[in-house]
């Protein structure tokens, strides 16, 4: 069999493309190999168009198998079951690029599937996914603009590194995947701690310059294996008709467009839709067509009045924000609550705080590891103001709260500053414009709220592009309209400080790194003064928690006495739970956390814990039990496994005849150490307890 394959050193493996050995009945196949990460990526297309068809079905699917790291999955039918949040963000990863590089009217089904066949639990393969798909769908007969490709730089000691390993990225203050083509950038999926957007910038061109030996590489690749392109049938309306349309409805849309609110707009607009198809209906023109082409002069005028008129649909200049408030304390029985409205776009954020019995444990191919901070959006229906069925989060919700959570993970105070489990919702109760950006503004509130001691507040803005020609024009706090029928949706959140989370999408080939600079200063300056409104409501965490949270308590003890603590099957540390009420979380340093909503509850624990884990002390007062009785004295427990001996002359200030006078077992008093032998043998005494009151 001919080897058709292709190898390119790329950062500190070899980058290898190979095609025509697995899955020859797909469009187009490529398998990806880079270390020991490969993963096999296709590509087919339906031969023939669903009926009624108005969209383009692209789906896009990643799959994670557990054989790939040489692991069984757990659960009770030790296979693969629905898509993790893991997966399910790289396969928005993968869809976001090429989704604008298909041809404008195709409307034949595309699946893109991405397997992950093997992992060297070092490099992550969600980047050669991508690479992959890319590769497949340029090697096609799909009618596809590529190639394109990624890479993730990482800042590592200051020093940018391309394609950083796990380990790397552990240590790393920036994190970046790039993807570019010829045209430039197309997509950037970012998490930093606070850099400045010199170095952002900075880390995006490394990527981009790292880039140009594997387009080229893929170029060739294309070009060596791959097939004719189809000729498939673009469904588009005809220029014919959309200036027809445009004849019967220029006056209205002059006067629709001059309406303030989104509500207005939208009423007007499905009036003149049913007015355009009452005017056409005798022309066999189907209204799918009417309102496509209705959707395409909507689109021409919202971008002329941008690039001619020099205005906005709302009246705005390019960079003015739409109106702001912000308020904190909103809900009276929740940890911390913030509300955070932007024009029409509104975010309803709540914290709750939790023990290490609530962290989430995250299976991924390199490795199990547990999170303590989790942020999730929710997107209701009634927030457009439209009806649908209620169901689990769909690929967006998971896609905006994994955004909002990456952007405030750099203010959160480490686990030995503050011990609790974080969760923070995001409600949308409105949406125009950037909802994933106003939760993070309402999620900072609501942290704050919460007293939880994050580093700095943090905000975020959407800057939107219409490009006609030589002629770019940035918005700033893009809005419904903007976003739908612009060029661009750039993400932009951060602190004061700096920028923690990044987010680049298009709807054309690619933008300029100069543009791309330039949207990072324009964006610096709105955050600054996202930064101001939300410091009005709440300027610094509050000092306490709410009355509602747990109260979380460190004790440490000696690393030798953990097992001790535990006893055997989990004897004491049970007895301890049930005893009081507390949850109790041990870490391998000797770290015990108490938690409890009740103080009393919690310091009978430390108690307890203390009384196990600490060596007793001559001299000290402990609450002992009777365990056993005898004609010299009797046994008392005074910890878990720790028994010492109260001697008939130290029971009590008066002359004791028969020990069952005094005590019977059962009994709990206060014993004071006298001493402890060369055997470890402890003596106690009730008299002395008794006399120290």
Same mark, same amino acid.
């Given at each position: 069999m001919q080897n058709k394959s292709l190898k390119i050193k790329f950062g500190k493996n070899d980058l290898v493309l190979e095609t025509g050995r697995l899955a020859k009945q797909a469009n187009g196949s490529v398998m990806v190999t880079y270390g020991g990460t490969v993963v096999l990526v296709t590509a087919c297309m339906s031969r023939e168009l669903r009926e009624g068809q108005g969209f383009f079905p692209l789906t896009v699917e990643y799959q994670e198998k557990t054989y790939a790291a040489g692991r069984i999955p757990g659960g009770f039918?030790?296979?693969?079951?629905?898509?993790?949040?893991?997966?399910?963000?790289?396969?928005?990863?993968?869809?976001?690029?090429?989704?604008?590089?298909?041809?404008?009217?195709? *409307?034949?089904?595309?699946?893109?599937?991405?397997?992950?066949?093997?992992?060297?639990?070092? =490099?992550? $393969?969600?980047?050669?996914?991508?690479?992959?798909?890319?590769?497949? /769908?340029?090697?096609?007969?799909?009618?596809?603009?590529?190639? /394109?490709?990624?890479?993730?730089?990482?800042?590592?000691? =200051?020093?940018?590194?391309? =394609?950083?390993?796990?380990?790397?990225?552990?240590?790393?203050?920036?994190?970046?995947?790039?993807?570019?083509?010829?045209?430039?950038?197309?997509?950037?999926?970012?998490?930093?701690?606070?850099?400045?957007?010199?170095?952002?910038?900075?880390?995006?061109?490394?990527?981009?310059?790292? *880039?140009? $030996?594997?387009?080229?590489?893929?170029?060739?690749?294309? %070009?060596?294996?791959?097939?004719?392109?189809?000729?498939?049938?673009?469904?588009?309306?005809?220029?014919?008709?959309?200036?027809?349309?445009?004849? /019967?409805?220029?006056?209205?849309?002059?006067?629709?467009?001059?309406?303030?609110?989104?509500?207005? %707009?939208?009423?007007?607009?499905? /009036?003149?839709?049913?007015?355009?198809?009452?005017?056409?209906?005798?022309?066999?023109?189907?209204?799918?067509?009417?309102?496509?082409?209705?959707?395409?002069?909507?689109?021409?005028?919202?971008?002329?009045?941008?690039?001619?008129?020099?205005?906005?649909?709302?009246?705005?200049?390019?960079?003015?924000?739409?109106?702001?408030?912000?308020?904190?304390?909103?809900?009276?029985?929740?940890?911390?609550?913030?509300?955070?409205? %932007?024009?029409?776009?509104?975010?309803?954020?709540?914290?709750?705080?939790?023990?290490?019995?609530?962290?989430?444990?995250?299976?991924?191919?390199?490795?199990?590891?547990?999170?303590?901070?989790?942020?999730?959006?929710?997107?209701?229906?009634?927030?457009?103001?439209?009806?649908?069925?209620?169901?689990?989060?769909?690929?967006?919700?998971?896609?905006?709260?994994? *955004?909002?959570?990456?952007?405030?993970?750099?203010?959160?105070?480490?686990?030995?500053?503050?011990?609790?489990?974080?969760?923070v919702v995001s409600e949308i109760l409105e949406s125009n414009g950037s909802s994933s950006m106003a939760s993070v503004c309402a999620a900072a509130l609501s942290l704050m709220d919460a007293g939880v001691p994050i580093k700095e507040a943090v905000g975020g803005v959407a800057l939107g592009l219409v490009k006609e020609g030589n002629k770019e024009v940035i918005l700033t706090d893009i809005a419904g309209l903007e976003d739908h029928f612009g060029d661009m949706d750039f993400k932009v959140a951060g602190t004061r400080s700096g920028v923690t989370a990044v987010q680049l999408d298009l709807k054309i080939n690619g933008i300029s790194l100069e543009l791309l600079k330039k949207c990072l200063e324009q964006s610096k300056e709105a955050r600054l003064f996202i930064l101001d409104k939300i410091s009005t409501a709440l300027s610094a965490p509050r000092q306490e928690l709410s009355s509602f949270a747990p109260r979380i308590d460190v004790v440490k003890i000696n690393t030798e006495k953990i097992g001790e603590l535990i006893g055997p099957g989990g004897k004491n540390i049970k007895a301890i739970i049930a005893a009081t009420g507390a949850s109790i979380d041990i870490n391998d340093d000797g770290t015990v956390l108490v938690g409890s909503t009740d103080a009393a509850k919690s310091e009978a624990a430390i108690k307890m814990i203390k009384a196990i884990a600490e060596d007793v002390e001559v001299g000290r007062i402990y609450m002992g039990k009777v365990k056993r009785i005898m004609p010299f004295g009797v046994f008392v427990e005074i910890a878990p496994r720790k028994e010492g001996l109260v001697h008939v002359s130290e029971l009590s200030a008066t002359f004791v005849k028969k020990v069952e006078d005094i005590v019977k077992v059962g009994d709990e008093f206060k014993v004071k150490v006298i001493g402890i032998d060369e055997l470890g043998r402890i003596n106690l005494s009730k008299k002395q307890a008794e006399q120290a009151g």
């Open positions: 039918f030790k296979r693969e079951g629905r898509p993790s949040e893991s997966e399910i963000l790289t396969s928005r990863l993968i869809d976001r690029p090429i989704r604008p590089l298909f041809p404008e009217g195709l *409307l034949n089904d595309v699946q893109v599937m991405a397997i992950v066949l093997s992992s060297d639990g070092e =490099n992550d $393969p969600d980047i050669f996914a991508l690479f992959g798909a890319s590769a497949a /769908l340029s090697i096609s007969n799909i009618p596809f603009n590529g190639p /394109l490709a990624a890479c993730r730089v990482a800042r590592v000691n =200051n020093e940018f590194v391309l =394609n950083p390993t796990y380990a790397e990225l552990e240590s790393s203050d920036l994190e970046v995947i790039v993807t570019g083509n010829a045209s430039g950038v197309v997509m950037l999926e970012s998490r930093a701690n606070e850099v400045s957007e010199d170095i952002y910038f900075e880390a995006v061109k490394f990527g981009m310059d790292s *880039l140009k $030996p594997v387009l080229a590489m893929q170029g060739e690749f294309c %070009r060596l294996y791959g097939q004719p392109k189809a000729q498939v049938e673009l469904k588009l309306v005809s220029p014919a008709l959309i200036q027809k349309i445009e004849s /019967l409805s220029k006056e209205k849309l002059n006067e629709v467009y001059k309406l303030s609110t989104k509500e207005e %707009r939208e009423e007007e607009i499905a /009036l003149l839709l049913k007015d355009l198809e009452a005017k056409l209906a005798g022309e066999d023109i189907l209204a799918a067509d009417i309102q496509a082409g209705l959707h395409e002069i909507e689109k021409k005028q919202v971008r002329r009045m941008v690039v001619e008129e020099n205005k906005r649909i709302d009246g705005r200049s390019f960079k003015e924000i739409r109106p702001i408030s912000c308020e904190v304390s909103v809900l009276p029985r929740t940890h911390g609550s913030g509300l955070f409205t %932007r024009g029409q776009t509104q975010s309803l954020a709540i914290t709750t705080l939790g023990t290490g019995e609530d962290e989430q444990l995250v299976e991924a191919l390199e490795g199990e590891k547990k999170k303590s901070f989790m942020l999730h959006y929710n997107f209701p229906s009634f927030s457009v103001g439209e009806t649908k069925p209620v169901r689990g989060p769909g690929r967006r919700e998971i896609g905006h709260g994994a *955004l909002a959570e990456k952007a405030l993970l750099a203010v959160m105070p480490s686990k030995e500053k503050f011990p609790y489990t974080v969760r």
